[in-house]
């Protein structure tokens, strides 16, 4: 079946501590809902990559923008305790908004953590979940976090660890740009940390998605950016090896951004995930296996 351009509706759903989501849904209305999980720094926008092969599988997908992002509100402890089980908790509001039980989910780079807590937290809904070229938890015994980074990454990673006003400087800085980024220049503006086979692939429909994503995701400045990259440093909240849904890891050997050696702890240290790793691909081009991905997923959902 052949499915053209999404439409889509997009909502502002209220949390229990008053703050706002912004969601985005497009597919057929009875599918069964995925949960898209975008990346860091990245807010929800159309991504027909994504959703042209969802809606051809019957799945209707739901996006929001995190907290910061976009027109979601900031959390008020994102500098001191928030964590990533908090986003599932997010999720699992977002679906109680638009009348949704179960669902599958898939989260990309940034957005893998959020899948992963998904699986953990939401069990009776989550039937399965995949971390595309997520990153690993920072206290992720053994692991050196940025070692096969780009520059660009490595900095960042310093940055994060002298607190929340180093970062925003840092962000201010040498992250604005790329929130003002359009499809000719979002390559240039991630430098260092596309290899070859990244730099081929940010052309046409993925550079205009990863450009557009990026400029909604600094509606509200670097507020969003600095958020995420603070949860992340510290623990996630829930046990990886605790986790009973089926659950799947993509990664390319290629990624600059986040190197294959994350990938490899977290098929080591989720509960049962299936592994992935795929020779020759990098942090974005992987995308362009979305079918594969798609694929795979609700094969594990009937599981």
């Known amino acids: 079946m052949h499915v053209g351009m999404p439409t889509h509706a997009t909502h502002l759903v209220r949390t229990p501590d008053g703050r706002d989501l912004e969601v985005l ?80 989910t898939l989260g990309w780079s940034g957005g893998g953590p959020r899948a992963l807590a998904c699986a953990a937290m939401l069990p009776g809904r989550c039937l399965a979940a995949t971390s595309g070229v997520g990153i690993a938890p920072p206290d992720a015994g053994g692991l050196d976090q940025t ?51 990244d730099q081929a692939a940010m052309t046409g429909e993925l550079a205009e998605y990863l450009a557009a994503a ?33 659950t799947a890891i993509w990664q390319g050997s290629e990624d600059l951004m986040v190197p294959f050696a994350h990938a490899q702890w977290l098929v080591a240290h989720v509960a049962g995930a299936r592994a992935h790793l795929v020779e020759g691909e990098g942090h974005v081009s992987l995308l362009m296996r979305m079918g594969d991905i798609l694929d795979d997923l609700l094969a594990m959902a009937r599981q």
């Open 147 to 197: 070692a096969g980074m780009g520059p660009e990454n490595v900095a960042e990673y310093a940055a994060v660890a002298q607190g929340s006003e180093a970062l925003r400087a840092f962000l201010e800085e040498h992250g604005t740009p790329m929130l003002s980024a359009t499809a000719d220049d979002i390559a240039r503006e991630l430098g260092g940390l596309l290899p070859p086979v």
């Open 25 to 104: 849904v497009t597919g057929p209305a009875d599918g069964l809902p995925l949960v898209f999980h975008h990346g860091t720094p990245q807010a929800a926008v159309p991504f027909g990559i994504l959703e042209r092969p969802a809606a051809e599988r019957g799945l209707r997908t739901v996006s929001y923008s995190r907290p910061g992002y976009g027109r979601s509100t900031p959390r008020a402890d994102a500098a001191t305790t928030a964590t990533v089980a908090d986003d599932a908790a997010d999720t699992a509001f977002v679906l109680d908004a638009l009348g949704h039980d179960t669902f599958v």
């Open 214 to 246: 990026s400029r909604h995701a600094g509606a509200q400045g670097i507020v969003g950016w600095r958020d995420d990259d603070l949860t992340h440093s510290r623990p996630w909240g829930f046990d990886l090896g605790a986790v009973t849904v089926p």
